[in-house]
């Protein structure tokens, strides 16, 4: 799971970054302040890639999608990018937990089908 959220992650760090590149010409926003939004969100993109495996990481990346669809409201086209993070988001934690389950099973197959050495 770790993989797959991080990935989504470093996407949406870029992505963040690029956003504030195209609010920053907004002549009503402040450089600032659009700069001081977009760089925590980018930390957050990279904090939480750390914390992806416990259930306080997934929540947090809930939070920031829903940041990242509500940045449309600033630019535009973050309703659509916002909603394909989301998405992948969620395949990235559904399928990642899968994977792991999977990874898990074998695992435990392997262990039981070694002889022992002793």
Known sequence: M???CAST?????????FAGLVAMKDPDLATGTVWTVSGIAMF?????????TRPVGVALGWALQIALIASGFIVSS????GAIFA???WASVHYGR???????RFAAQA????PDAA
């Not at 992650?9 to 970054?17: P, Y």
């Not at 973050?78 to 990018?81: A, G, I, K, N, P």
């Not at 899968?98 to 898990?104: H, R, S």
């Open 111 to 114: 262990e039981g089908a070694a």
């Open 44 to 52: 957050l993109c990279v904090a939480l890639c750390g914390v992806v």
């Open 78 to 81: 973050m309703f659509f990018l």
């Open 9 to 17: 992650l470093i996407g949406e760090f870029f992505v963040i970054g």
């Open 98 to 104: 899968k994977i792991d389950e999977a990874k898990a």
């Open 87 to 89: 998405a992948l988001w």
């Open 2 to 4: 770790r993989t797959l």
